[in-house]
């Protein structure tokens, strides 16, 4: 089973993403792509795995802010050779590990991001477990004033169309109500 969930800042995703693995999954590894780079953000990361850690629920945190898609590999290989199950995997969010390859590329980013997002599809279409992921939909506000801004907003828009034609399910969180969306969806 494979899940993306979507909508905007503050909608509900990463709650519900959460609460979605913990019913279908006795434990999940968490995959954290946000970087801490001022002390408000470090404060919002703390507070989440605090959140998370109070939720009495298993999880492994494992943060990775661009190395995602070998991270994704590394897991679902190692459990190749075992008895058990690949784990139960919540990555939060694509779109800030996607700006964080963006802003690490420099000059060269609309290339190696799009690189970057081949190798992502592949390892979600690889994983051998359950996967669910969190995204934004950064396409709903204004149009960006900057050149950066509008790559961003067009390369998010691109990878969460990819990302989704991969996925079992697709729900979009608006004002805390999950809508899974493939079920909706009108067939051409």
């Not at 507070?47 to 943060?63: I, N, P, V």
Request: proline letters at 5%; hydrophobic letters at 45%.
């Amino acid at each position: 089973m494979k899940a993306l969930v979507t909508g905007g800042a503050r909608s509900g995703k990463s709650g519900f993403a959460e609460r979605l693995c913990m019913t279908r999954a006795p434990r999940a590894c968490y995959i954290a792509t946000a970087q801490a780079y001022d002390v408000e953000m470090k404060e919002r990361i703390a507070l989440h795995r605090l959140q998370r850690d109070s939720a009495g629920y298993d999880w492994q945190t494992l943060e990775e802010a661009q190395a995602l898609p070998e991270l994704l590999r590394r897991l679902g290989s190692a459990q190749a050779s075992q008895p058990s199950p690949a784990p139960m995997v919540l990555v939060d969010c694509l779109t800030l590990w996607l700006s964080n390859v963006l802003l690490a590329a420099g000059e060269d980013g609309d290339a190696t991001a799009r690189a970057a997002m081949d190798e992502l599809a592949a390892a979600v279409e690889q994983y051998p477990g359950s996967l669910v992921i969190v995204t934004n939909e950064v396409g709903d506000g204004i149009v960006p004033e900057y050149p950066l801004g509008r790559l961003y907003r067009d390369l998010s828009g691109v990878m969460n169309q990819r990302i989704a034609r991969l996925c079992d399910e697709v729900f979009l969180v608006t004002t805390g109500i999950p809508v899974e969306l493939k079920q909706l969806e009108y067939k051409l």
